[in-house]
T-cell receptor, first 111, second 114 residues
Framework: QQPVQSPQAVILREGEDAVINCSSS?????VHWYRQKHGEAPVFLMI?????EQKGHEKISASFNEKKQQSSLYLTASQLSYSGTYFC????????????FGQGTTLQVKP | DAGVIQSPRHEVTEMGQEVTLRCKPI?????LFWYRQTMMRGLELLIY????????DSGMPEDRFSAKMPNASFSTLKIQPSEPRDSAVYFC????????????FGSGTRLTVV
């Protein structure tokens, strides 16, 4: 079952913050976040395991609420380099490593 | 490490022809995944291997698609015969089984079937 991401698209000015959400109808073991720039491959950002863990990567952090079967990606003080499409990938079957990806959220950061 | 290496980068072929896509995973990674990306369907998992063994091929669209992993350093995805609706970017990714490192994707093969 494909996770649902929201919003579908975001336009920001440099320095503004954004939140991208990822929801699943299934219980989750882990959630991955990736960023893909146009014409390139997705690049791994971070992984969160069940337990409500929050992780960070520079000014990008994420949380995972296993009860609500949701994860959120937080982008703080956005930079031009943050532009791209963000995907969450969910593993609902017990750390098989098999990810089902959401449809993606396109983020555009303007000067 | 050179990362996950895919070839060719671009492939244009005529409908009905056989297409073979190749992937070399990162050395030491024991899980390998084939994904297909289109605007309409996003990133779809086609098949994945653990320790060279196919674990789940439920995402393979139909019998025209087949994948092999004869050893830990090489995998192929074959489409025979190809159809225009197979046009997409095909990504190979590898990971350590159960690791916290996530997937490393190859640069992808852009397939156009005319």
């Amino acid at each position: 079952q494909q996770p649902v991401q929201s919003p579908q698209a975001v336009i920001l000015r440099e320095g503004e913050d954004a939140v991208i959400n990822c929801s699943s109808s299934k219980a989750l073991y882990s959630v991955h976040w990736y960023r893909q720039k146009h014409g390139e491959a997705p690049v791994f950002l971070m992984i969160l395991l069940k337990g409500g863990e929050q992780k960070g990567h520079e000014k990008i952090s994420a949380s995972f609420n296993e009860k609500k079967q949701q994860s959120s990606l937080y982008l703080t003080a956005s930079q031009l380099s943050y532009s791209g499409t963000y995907f969450c990938g969910t593993d609902g079957s017990g750390n098989t490593g098999k990810l089902i990806f959401g449809q993606g959220t396109t983020l555009q950061v303007k000067p | 490490d050179a990362g996950v290496i895919q070839s060719p980068r671009h492939e244009v072929t005529e409908m009905g022809q056989e297409v073979t896509l190749r992937c070399k995973p990162i050395s030491g990674h024991n899980s390998l995944f084939w994904y297909r990306q289109t605007m309409m369907r996003g990133l779809e998992l086609l098949i994945y291997f653990n320790n060279n063994v196919p674990i789940d091929d439920s995402g393979m669209p139909e019998d025209r698609f087949s994948a092999k992993m004869p050893n830990a350093s090489f995998s192929t995805l074959k489409i025979q015969p190809s159809e225009p609706r197979d046009s997409a970017v095909y990504f190979c990714a590898s990971s350590l089984e159960g690791s916290f490192g996530g997937y490393t994707f190859g640069s992808g093969t852009r397939l156009t079937v005319v």
